[in-house]
């Protein structure tokens, strides 16, 4: 389903971009007209830290909408491990435009890296579970896509991409509709074909009660591993694993091993889009042309 949205990248990518230009450059660069418009240049980005890296066709972009005859030359690509001091990329043409889109591309590529390199450390600390990381919709307006395509990148998966293509029923759904089972059911008669229902239950009868209405993705909200333990049991004796369980909330990289460990099939983070820091890059010049 989430490849459909990627479909459309390119498109996103020149908003997302041209969004960020106009909001730093707006009537125009002042200062890099300090710098003749005919000079032109040559830089290098190097990162300071080891990373996963990704963003690299919003770096391109940034300098295609301000000179499309700026070259970018790679040496990783999106989802590589890159080392301390590795040189990403080698940026050539007039050096009004490489100091002008210089912090709108490196802003993209140390937040979309960050993104990668957070949701790797966690797919790594898993590694050999069944549990895949998954992430949520706690991204920063206007670069939800940009956010969950650095999570693939990270080797994570996309839960919904918002609101438009999948149901889950929260706490305050469920009370608004006056239970579990009157909540899935009127999901299911406005649920369109390929469109998912998933609820959320914060006790093990809530469970029970989803399991027997016949939910089949269920996400378990702010469980212990005792619970997740149990409830991973009562799926099994209930409906033969006829039900996806996804733990959710307090869940940090000192305990997600734990909590895949549980037998649970998913595990959904919002820390992979929303508690991150930026990667430590660099773009410096190396010449005047």
């Given at each position: 389903?989430?490849?459909?949205?990627?479909?459309?990248?390119?498109?996103?990518?020149?908003?997302?971009?041209?969004?960020?230009?106009?909001?730093?450059?707006?009537?125009?660069?002042?200062?890099?007209?300090?710098?003749?418009?005919?000079?032109?240049?040559?830089?290098?980005?190097?990162?300071?830290?080891?990373?996963?890296?990704?963003?690299?066709?919003w770096f391109d972009e940034c300098f295609r909408q301000l000179e499309p005859q700026v070259e970018v030359r790679w040496h990783a690509q999106d989802g590589e491990t890159v080392s301390a001091g590795q040189k990403l990329c080698e940026v050539k043409g007039?050096?009004?435009?490489?100091?002008?889109?210089?912090?709108?591309?490196?802003?993209?590529?140390?937040?979309?890296?960050?993104?990668?390199?957070?949701?790797?450390?966690?797919?790594?600390?898993?590694?050999?579970?069944?549990?895949?990381?998954?992430?949520?919709?706690?991204?920063?307006?206007?670069?939800?896509?940009?956010?969950?395509?650095?999570?693939?990148?990270?080797?994570?998966?996309?839960?919904?991409?918002?609101?438009?293509?999948?149901?889950?029923?929260?706490?305050?759904?469920?009370?608004?509709?006056?239970?579990?089972?009157?909540?899935?059911?009127?999901?299911?008669?406005?649920?369109?074909?390929?469109?998912?229902?998933?609820?959320?239950?914060?006790?093990?009868?809530?469970?029970?009660?989803?399991?027997?209405?016949?939910?089949?993705?269920?996400?378990?909200?702010?469980?212990?591993?005792?619970?997740?333990?149990?409830?991973?049991?009562?799926?099994?004796?209930?409906?033969?694993?006829?039900?996806?369980?996804?733990?959710?909330?307090?869940?940090?990289?000192?305990?997600?091993?734990?909590?895949?460990?549980?037998?649970?099939?998913?595990?959904?983070?919002?820390?992979?889009?929303?508690?991150?820091?930026?990667?430590?890059?660099?773009?410096?010049?190396?010449?005047?042309?």
């Amino acid at each position: 389903m989430f490849y459909d949205h990627f479909t459309y990248m390119e498109t996103e990518i020149k908003n997302n971009v041209s969004q960020a230009l106009l909001e730093d450059v707006g009537a125009g660069d002042l200062t890099a007209g300090l710098v003749p418009c005919d000079e032109t240049a040559a830089a290098t980005v190097i990162s300071r830290q080891e990373a996963v890296m990704c963003g690299g066709r919003w770096f391109d972009e940034c300098f295609r909408q301000l000179e499309p005859q700026v070259e970018v030359r790679w040496h990783a690509q999106d989802g590589e491990t890159v080392s301390a001091g590795q040189k990403l990329c080698e940026v050539k043409g007039t050096a009004r435009a490489l100091l002008t889109g210089e912090r709108t591309a490196l802003n993209f590529l140390q937040l979309l890296s960050a993104v990668a390199t957070q949701t790797r450390c966690y797919v790594n600390a898993i590694s050999g579970t069944d549990a895949v990381i998954v992430d949520t919709r706690k991204t920063l307006p206007g670069l939800r896509l940009a956010q969950k395509y650095g999570v693939k990148c990270g080797g994570g998966t996309n839960h919904r991409i918002g609101l438009y293509d999948g149901i889950l029923i929260k706490e305050n759904h469920i009370i608004a509709s006056g239970g579990i089972e009157p909540a899935l059911r009127a999901a299911r008669k406005i649920a369109a074909r390929g469109i998912f229902i998933q609820i959320e239950v914060e006790t093990l009868q809530d469970l029970r009660t989803a399991l027997n209405a016949g939910a089949t993705l269920i996400l378990l909200d702010n469980f212990d591993l005792e619970e997740l333990r149990e409830a991973v049991v009562l799926n099994a004796r209930l409906t033969n694993k006829g039900a996806m369980l996804e733990a959710s909330g307090g869940i940090t990289l000192d305990n997600v091993r734990a909590v895949a460990k549980t037998g649970v099939d998913r595990i959904s983070i919002g820390s992979l889009t929303k508690d991150i820091k930026a990667i430590d890059l660099s773009m410096r010049f190396s010449s005047r042309t």
